[in-house]
Antibody
Framework: QVHLVESGGGVVQPGRSLRLSCAVS????????MHWVRQAPGKGLEWVAV????????NYADSVKGRFTISRDNSKNTLYVQMNSLRAEDTAVYYC?????????????WGQGTTVTVSS | QSALTQPPSASGSPGQSVTISCTGT?????????VSWYQQHPGKAPKLMIY???KRTSGVPDRFSGSKSGNTASLTVSGLQAEDEADYYC??????????FGGGTKLTVL
């Protein structure tokens, strides 16, 4: 089966950094684009970042541009997001999702999420 | 990157039909047939239901259908069942490798 497992969440002070990981199994990771999507407590889904299958192309939501960096290691079947200069408004459950179809716009498989809390 | 507009809530009795709208702009919903719908039960990860406006993903009952007119996409759930009670989110490709979600609609089965 296809599995995506996020890890790395926790409580962090404003201004600090955190790196999330998403370990995948059950499919050929290197042939799929990948996304990070977040959900603040009681709120809706917010797209965060996308990375192409070979890592050649990346893009970010305006809310995280310049602070977050998405990356992947296809040899380790793992997706990452490095989150710097964290703010209270970054508090959310962070999901990784597999992207398919045109520019990977369809997020067809999701992980269970990892919770990030930014608080002093 | 403004969120797509969805009604906060929708409801219907078992067996009835309900339609959830998702309004964007010509830069996203209206500009591409790349609209998806996701179902999310409390405490769970989102689940893909519909993609490319009208296509159901494997295992999704044909009670779920999608459509689009202009800048507004819609999800219709026919023959409502108790297990359909969940939050529903639309999403659209928005050009230049940007993606946008709707604010979500809480569907209640009365």
């Amino acid at each position: 089966q296809v599995h995506l497992v996020e890890s790395g969440g926790g409580v962090v002070q404003p201004g600090r950094s955190l790196r999330l990981s998403c370990a995948v199994s059950g499919f050929t990771f290197s042939t799929y684009g990948m996304h990070w999507v977040r959900q603040a407590p009681g709120k809706g889904l917010e797209w965060v970042a996308v990375i192409w299958s070979d890592g050649s192309n990346k893009n970010y939501a305006d809310s995280v541009k310049g602070r977050f960096t998405i990356s992947r290691d296809n040899s380790k079947n793992t997706l990452y997001v490095q989150m710097n200069s964290l703010r209270a408004e970054d508090t959310a459950v962070y999901y990784c999702a597999r992207g398919i179809a045109y520019h990977y716009y369809v997020m067809d498989v999701w992980g269970q999420g990892t919770t990030v809390t930014v608080s002093s | 990157q403004s969120a797509l507009t969805q009604p906060p809530s929708a409801s219907g009795s078992p067996g009835q039909s309900v339609t959830i709208s998702c309004t964007g702009t010509s830069s996203d919903v209206g500009g591409y047939n790349y609209v998806s719908w996701y179902q999310q039960h409390p405490g769970k990860a989102p689940k893909l239901m519909i993609y490319e406006v009208t296509k159901r993903t494997s295992g999704v009952p044909d009670r779920f259908s999608g459509s689009k007119s202009g800048n507004t996409a819609s999800l219709t759930v026919s023959g409502l069942q108790a297990e359909d009670e969940a939050d529903y989110y639309c999403s659209s490709y928005a050009g230049s490798n940007n993606y946008v979600f709707g604010g979500g609609t809480k569907l209640t089965v009365l």
